[in-house]
DNA sequence: ATATCAAGTAACTTGACAGTTACTTTGTAT
DNA sequence: ATACAAAGTAACTGTCAAGTTACTTGATAT
């Protein structure tokens, strides 16, 4: 008896998993391009060429749907996050190529903060882990010898955030320091340089020649 | 004859200049807090005190409205950074402070990152000036020794930026990394504090005892 | 085969919001 | 005094968007 939940691929027929999935899809780049307040939710159903009635009987409401994107999303980065190297001076290069490709993210993350400000924030407590076991993860390289011993992690690890993450997070602002635009190669290629340096000045060497 | 424009303090009657400054302020108020998609044109006149139908009178339409608050905050900032100090040790505390008493301004930049990405931003001309004068002051103190001179200045400046502005415009993971509120007075202590060795860092010397 | 429930649809309701109309009030120049 | 323009008001309009209703279609368990 094919009781068909195996292999659901009729393509023409019907299919919840599918359904979904078109509707997170379709709503992770309506939110992260205009915010929770100006998606319209007609546009992400006629995206994922859903009626907007299944969007309300998946996910409740237009929040709901939020909600679930973002703790999507999260998961997914903290799985990348988890590939990322740990010698500090290819860190902070794979960090920002990471941020390059992930503007959804980055986005994400800056209407969150308008949004909600200081306030708990969605899956707060996943979320607190992570950072923590990021936070460990400094002062071991500090132990090490590979960070500065004399700077508190918290602090440092939110400031390798921002110089990774800001110029994707405000690109007028990176244009108008460097006179080119963030999704320009040109100015990925001199950002990695920059962070390359950027990262042995973080670890209380002089950046000289690098090559050595 | 009191042709009346020197002393126009009736406080009961009308007076077109305070209620334009009054829909400005409460304008920037919304904007900041909400976005402009998110802003309420009747929740700014109401704020303001005055009927919205002023609003159109004197801004023509709500983007016109959010453009003039986006001018004068830029006009405000830019006379602001001049007083800033010109010595590194304390420049990335100040412009920090800066970031901590002016968080209207972070987001209304962050609205604008989301809203129009990369594009040609409101008052671009004048910002292009502004942001170059600051590039060239962090070249003549990298010639003085006092940032190292191996990093691109663009980059730099950028860079300097992220670390002093990035815990504001994320507040949400200023805390998930060191436990603190951004607006709690021990998290600003401590995040001049790390600016200060940081400035250190970026001029080429150890942090060590910075007292001496 | 058929009852049952999940998947799916189109048209509707309700409320909110940007922008307008048609009007009154107030100051000032002549 | 009075004509005139700018300042101000209340109530309205058209549109758009979130969420709902009442219905049809399709799969599957018995």
Redo the contacts with the bound molecule.
Sequence with gaps: ?????QA?Q?TG????Q???QRILEAALQEFSAKGFAG?????IARRA??????L???F????GLFREVLRRKISERAAWLATAPEEPMERLPAWFQLACRDREWIQLLQWEALQWGEKKVIDEERRQESVARAVERVRQQQAKGLLDPSLDPGQLLLSMMAVTAYPMAFPQLARLATGLSVSDAEFQKQREAFLRQFAMLLAGKKPGAESA
């Design positions: 008896m094919k009781t068909g939940q659901t009729k027929g019907r299919n919840p599918q359904t979904q998606a319209r939710v007609d546009v060429r859903i009626n907007k009635r299944m309300y009987h998946y409740g409401d237009k929040e």
